[in-house]
């Protein structure tokens, strides 16, 4: 049971052409549809103040819908690592990116050495990178990721919308998952 007192469900991701996008806020399509480095708009959303937390980063067996994402095993561990970007002491982005173990031999490496340098710098700065179709979830309480997501935000949300891709570089794969919090969603008040 998660800390809302429900069982934890993964999460469902859909493709884009597989979505009811009246249902998503149209702050939120901007954001989840873009198709970008997530990592380069935040900058300059933030104006340079942009920064990474690392959360965490261990081997441990992916999320049953990422092993199947990844066409892996599911009983394959992978390096899983989740930050938060932040602008200023503000969490906008949790971020969950599962590599295979396949995926860090030769010269990928490095990857599992990041510590709070974004990803996106490293992803998105490879010439022969390799994107997959978007899909978007809407995460509830009830969902894996919720709780950890939210940890950094108050008061909790209703719900969050996510997207996830997977990434080829150097021809071997990775997942990105990106979750958006509240306070970049939310448009600004309008004035009076």
Known sequence: MNRFGHYAFE???????????STIARSAQDWLFDPGSLTTRLVAHCHGRFHVDLVSQQWQRPMFNE???????????ALVRQV???CDDTPLVFARTVIPHTSLQGPKRFLAF???RPLGSVLFADPGLRREEVEVARIEPRHRLFATATAAVSPVPAHI????????????????N?????DLLTPPEADA
Not at 11 to 21: D, G, Y
Not at 67 to 77: E, F, K, P, T, Y
Not at 178 to 182: A, D, G, N, S, T
């Open 11 to 21: 999460p469902v991701w859909r493709q884009k052409r597989k979505l009811h996008r």
């Open 67 to 77: 092993a199947i994402r990844l066409g892996c095993r599911v009983d394959q561990m």
């Open 84 to 86: 938060y970007l932040y």
């Open 114 to 116: 990041l510590d709070q």
């Open 161 to 176: 919308w996510g997207r996830r891709s997977v990434f080829y570089t150097g021809g071997k794969p990775l997942l990105v």
């Open 178 to 182: 990106e979750v958006f919090l509240p």
